[in-house]
C-alpha cells in the first residue's frame, strides 16, 4: 500500500514539498559542516588523517571529488578561487572543477594566485608566493603514506598511532641501497610537526619546502579513500631522509623555459618530434604568462 | 627440585602462566604432568603452561626442553609479548631498573622495549624478517626503529653484523627470499642482534636445517652469547642444541616444569621420570 502511494507522483511532491534549488556551494548544510569539523580536527592535529563521509560528486571518485568537498564546505560568497591541474587553469578537469564552484556559488574566479583566496590543486603548488590569506587546498588520490610498505588498515592505524616509521625508513634505504639514488619524486614523505608522516601526494619534490613553516595553510581531501588532513601555517615540514643524502629537488640541468626562459620554475618536458631534443615549458601556466608580459 | 640461585640475574620468571579457555576453579589441579594431559576435561580449557620460574643471568643460556605441546614455545611467546600471558611476572633488570612487568605493559611500550631489550630468532626466517627486503634493509629496520638515520652508518652496522653472522657480504643487498635457509636464520640473527639486547629468545633456531649447516648456525650462536655476554633463553627439541648451547636448562611436560637443573647433570642424570624417559629416547 505504501509503495502505491510512492509510485502516485502528485503524493510525491507533496512529500518532497517545492523544490528547494541548488543550495549554495552545492552541498546542504550539514554535509558542509561535517567536512568543516573533519578539517578543524585535522588543523588541530597536524598530519593526521582525519576521515570524513565522503558525499557523491558530480565528478567521479578520484577526479578531484575531495579538494572539490573541501572547497565547496569552506568557500564564502567574498572568496574568489583559483583551479589548476598540473599547473594549468586551462586543464580539462580544473575547468570542471572551477565551473562547478563558480556556478553553484556565485563568487569570482580567477588565474592570478595574488588576486585568490582558495587555490585547488592536484599536482602543484604555484610559484608565486602565497601568503596568511591563501589557502590551498590539495586533491589526493592516495592519503595514506605507508600504504607501500604496508596493507592492513589495523597495522597502519598501529603504526601511526605509536609513530612506528621505522618501515618507512626502510623502504628509503632499499631504494637508495638499489638505485643509488632515492628515486620518489611526488609524493614525497615528510615529517609533519615531528608527529606525522604524511604523503604529500601528488605535488613534486620541487614543490615541498614550499609546505615548510608557510604562511598559508593547507587542506588535503581524498574523497574516493574518505580522509582529510592539513599542514596548517608555520608548521614544521621535513621531507624524510637520512642525515648524510640530503633531499634534494628536481633539476633540469641547464633548460630553459622555451616560452619565458625561465630557468627558475618547475619545467616539465615535452618530447622532441624526429628524435631532436624535447623542449621545456613551466608548468605553472599563469605564473609563465605572467613573466612574458613584464 | 633444587633451587639453584643466579646472581645478578638479568630476566626473572615468576609464575608466568597460559590458560587458552575458561579459567575455572581446579582446572590446575585437573591438568599438569602428573594427570598427564594440559586439557581441562570439564572445561576443554589448555592449561598451555602454569606456575614457570626461573632467573637468566648475564652471559648465561638456559635452555627448555620437553615434547612438542609442553608448553616450551607458550612460555618463550609470553615473553616476548607475542601472545598475552594469563598471568605471571616477568622483569627484565636493564629495563625500568626492573621494576616493569613485561606481560603488563601496553602494546607501544612493548614495541619500545624491543627494538634494543629483547630480541627473538624465531624457528621461521619469514616470521623474523621480511623476506621482500635486502639483508641489509632487515637490519636497518630496528636500528632506524632506534632512532639510526644515518645511511652511512646504517650500512657500516649491517655490514659489521652480517661479518659477524658469516652472511657473505656480496649478498647483503639481495633480497632475503633468494637465500637459503641456512643464510636467512643467520641473517635473522644478524637482526636479532641490530641494538645489542640484553636477552636473546631462541626459538628452535636450528630446526629445519640439514645437519651440517645447523651445526655452524649453531657454533654461531654459541659464540655470539660469549661474545656479547648475552642472556638467552633456547627452546628446543634437540637435545644435541640444548647440550650446546645452555649450561642450565627445564623440564616441561603437559604445561608443567617438571626438572629444573644443570644441563651436565639432567643429561647424565635425569631425577623426574618424565625427563628420564626424555632423554633415553633422545640417547638410544
Known amino acids: 500500500m505504501t509503495m502505491n502511494a510512492v509510485h502516485n507522483g502528485s503524493h510525491l511532491d507533496s512529500i518532497v514539498g517545492e523544490d528547494p534549488g541548488i543550495p549554495f556551494a552545492l552541498l546542504d548544510e550539514e554535509s558542509k559542516r561535517e567536512i568543516r569539523r573533519a578539517l578543524l580536527h585535522a588543523v588541530c592535529v597536524p598530519g593526521y588523517q582525519v576521515p570524513f563521509g565522503s558525499r557523491e560528486m558530480p565528478v567521479a571518485r578520484g577526479w578531484g571529488s575531495g579538494g572539490l568537498q573541501i572547497t565547496l564546505a569552506i568557500v564564502g560568497k567574498t572568496d574568489i578561487v583559483k583551479v589548476i591541474d598540473q599547473g594549468d587553469d586551462e586543464g580539462v578537469n580544473a575547468v570542471n572543477l572551477r565551473r562547478l564552484v563558480v556556478t553553484s556559488t556565485g563568487i569570482e574566479e580567477s588565474t592570478e594566485v595574488v588576486e585568490s583566496t582558495i587555490i585547488q590543486s592536484r599536482h ?158 613551466c608548468s605553472d601556466t599563469a605564473w609563465c604568462r605572467a613573466r612574458r608580459i613584464k | 627440585m633444587s633451587k639453584i640461585v643466579i646472581p645478578d640475574s638479568v630476566l626473572k620468571v615468576s609464575g608466568l602462566g597460559k590458560i587458552y579457555g575458561p579459567i575455572t576453579d581446579g582446572a590446575i589441579e585437573r591438568t599438569g604432568s602428573q594427570v598427564g594431559t594440559a586439557r581441562d576435561h570439564q572445561t576443554g580449557s589448555i592449561v598451555a603452561a602454569w606456575d614457570v620460574n626461573f632467573e637468566v643471568a648475564a652471559g648465561e643460556a638456559l635452555g627448555i626442553v620437553g615434547e612438542s605441546g609442553s608448553g616450551k ?21 636493564t629495563f625500568e631498573n626492573g621494576e616493569a612487568n613485561l606481560l603488563t605493559l601496553d602494546a607501544a611500550t612493548r614495541r619500545k622495549m624491543r627494538i634494543d631489550q629483547l630480541s627473538v630468532v624465531y624457528q621461521d626466517p619469514a616470521e623474523g624478517l621480511s623476506l621482500g ?32 653472522t658469516e652472511v657473505p657480504l656480496d649478498r647483503m643487498d639481495d633480497i632475503v627470499r633468494s637465500f637459503s635457509g641456512g643464510m636467512r636464520q643467520r641473517v635473522q640473527i644478524a637482526r636479532a642482534l641490530a641494538n645489542n639486547p640484553r ?55 603437559h604445561g ?29
Not at chain 1, 638499489?178 to 604523503?199: E, K, S
Not at chain 1, 637520512?242 to 615535452?270: I, K, M, W
Not at chain 2, 655452524?216 to 659464540?223: A, E, F, P, S, T
Open chain 2, 133 to 164: 627486503v635486502t639483508a641489509g634493509g632487515n637490519i636497518a629496520d630496528p636500528l632506524t626503529a632506534a632512532g639510526w638515520r644515518n645511511f652511512e652508518g646504517i650500512r657500516v652496522r649491517a655490514r659489521d653484523l652480517l661479518q659477524r
Open chain 2, 199 to 253: 636477552l636473546v629468545l631462541l626459538d628452535e633456531p636450528t630446526t629445519g636445517l640439514d645437519a651440517s649447516v645447523a651445526a655452524g648456525v649453531l657454533d654461531l650462536i654459541r659464540g655470539l652469547l660469549e661474545e656479547f655476554e648475552l642472556a638467552a633463553i633456547v627452546v628446543s627439541h634437540d637435545f644435541s642444541v640444548i647440550e650446546m648451547l645452555t649450561e642450565r636448562c627445564i623440564v616441561m611436560h
Open chain 2, 256 to 284: 608443567r616444569v617438571v626438572e629444573n637443573a644443570l644441563t651436565d647433570q639432567l643429561l647424565e642424570d635425569p631425577h623426574h621420570p618424565y625427563s628420564q624417559k626424555l632423554v633415553s629416547a633422545a640417547r638410544a
Open chain 1, 124 to 281: 602543484r603548488i604555484p610559484e608565486d608566493e602565497m601568503i596568511n590569506s591563501h589557502t590551498l587546498v590539495l586533491q589526493v588520490p592516495v592519503p595514506e603514506p605507508l600504504r607501500g610498505v604496508e596493507r592492513d588498515m589495523r597495522e597502519l592505524a598501529r603504526m601511526h598511532s605509536e609513530a612506528d616509521y621505522s618501515r618507512m625508513w626502510v623502504s628509503l634505504y632499499e631504494d637508495k641501497v638499489r638505485n643509488g639514488v632515492i628515486t620518489q619524486t611526488t609524493g614525497y614523505p615528510c615529517l609533519v610537526n615531528g608527529r606525522y608522516v604524511v604523503a604529500t601526494t601528488p605535488i613534486p619534490r620541487w614543490d615541498i619546502p614550499r609546505l615548510h613553516d608557510s604562511q598559508f595553510l593547507t587542506l588535503f581531501g581524498a574523497g574516493r579513500e574518505k580522509r582529510v588532513y592539513a599542514i596548517p601555517p608555520y608548521t614544521l615540514v621535513e621531507p624524510l631522509t637520512f642525515e648524510d643524502v640530503p633531499f634534494e629537488v628536481e633539476q633540469a640541468n641547464g633548460a630553459q623555459c622555451r616560452l619565458c626562459s625561465s630557468s627558475e620554475s618547475f619545467l616539465v618536458e615535452s618530447p622532441g618530434t624526429n628524435g631532436d631534443a624535447g623542449t621545456w615549458t
Open chain 2, 73 to 93: 614455545s607458550t612460555v618463550l611467546r609470553c615473553i616476548a609479548g607475542d601472545i598475552d600471558s594469563s598471568v605471571g611476572d616477568v622483569r627484565l633488570s
